[in-house]
């Protein structure tokens, strides 16, 4: 999922300095949702992995 966050950040990058702007725009809010979505679930794996004892890194 990270890295799907990355590839449209790269592709709203792209699509920016082509002249781009709403397809830009576009794929900036797709790579922010991506991100944050892929935090909340590394966060609640943590915790969860934390609760059973098990080793969180």
Do not use: D, E, H
């Amino acid at each position: 999922m990270l890295g799907w966050a990355l590839t449209f950040a790269v592709l709203a990058i792209v699509a920016g300095l082509l002249g781009f702007v709403s397809l830009a725009g576009l794929a900036a809010t797709v790579a922010k949702v991506l991100f944050v979505v892929f935090l909340v679930l590394l966060v609640a794996s943590f915790v969860i992995r934390a609760v059973r004892g098990q080793s969180v890194l």
